[in-house]
């Protein structure tokens, strides 16, 4: 049991270059969210989804797209990346109910240049 | 809009100490409660969830507490150790799953 994933776990661009974040899950969540943690801003939701087919913007969703074709994966994409998007990412999922403990992968460090 | 502040922003204690973490959110409908940690350069590792229903939770020598009217939580860590050095953030759980995060307060416990 893998729990989430998240590749690349470092990625390097240039203004204006897109890239796609990978996230996968191994234990059957409907839930899923993509965040970003910046210094002295915490962690801020960028998009989620409820079920495969259904996402929804977050707090911060500007200049991400997010799609989600199965239950496993929920892929964030960068259309064009600007210096604003250096950042670390992080994918979450869970299940919904009374008990709703999320899960987090290990990360994604970006740095555009 | 659900906005999580995190009391103190940094700690330093000698080891053995009994610490308090505190948390607090301004809007009272939430569904659950989580305390994570997170070490340097490292992703977040969940310590406790609180349901809305529950009062506390207790794992080995952590104690999360939960008041919802008052819209605080607390994380109490006994017998500290160097080891438990790490930041310690608080969120809440709204619908969606989506979560609200405080800024975190890092933690160095001294030997």
């Known amino acids: 049991n893998a729990g989430v994933t998240q590749t690349p776990k470092f990625q390097v661009l240039k203004t204006g270059q897109s890239m796609t974040l990978q996230c996968a899950q191994d234990?059957?969540?409907?839930?899923m969210s993509w965040y970003r943690q910046d210094p002295g801003m915490g962690l801020r939701l960028i998009h989620y989804?409820?079920?495969?087919?259904?996402?929804d913007q977050g707090e911060v969703p500007n200049g991400y797209n997010v799609s989600r074709s199965t239950t496993e994966d929920f892929p964030l994409r960068l259309l064009s990346a600007a210096p604003s998007q250096t950042s670390v990412y992080f994918c979450?999922?869970?299940?919904?109910?009374?008990?709703?403990?999320?899960?987090f992968g290990p990360g994604t460090r970006l740095t555009v240049l | 809009k659900q906005e999580v502040t995190q009391i103190p922003a940094a700690l330093s204690v000698p080891e053995g100490e009994n610490l308090v973490l505190n948390c607090s959110f301004t809007?009272?409908?939430?569904?659950?409660l989580q305390w994570f940690r997170q070490d340097p350069g490292k992703g977040l590792t969940s310590l406790l969830l609180?349901?809305?229903?529950?009062r506390e939770q207790t794992s080995g020598r952590l104690n999360a507490s939960l008041d919802k009217s008052s819209g605080r939580s607390t994380l109490y860590i006994a017998a500290s150790q160097p080891g438990d050095s790490a930041t310690y953030l608080c969120?809440?759980?709204?619908?969606?799953?989506?979560?609200?995060f405080g800024a975190g307060t890092i933690l160095r416990v001294k030997s």
């Open positions: 979450a999922s869970s299940n919904p109910g009374g008990y709703n403990e999320q899960f």
């Open positions: 234990m059957n969540h409907e839930y």
């Open positions: 989804s409820v079920g495969a087919g259904i996402t």
């Open positions: 809007d009272s409908a939430i569904y659950n």
């Open positions: 609180i349901q809305s229903s529950q």
């Open positions: 969120a809440v759980i709204w619908w969606g799953n989506k979560l609200v």
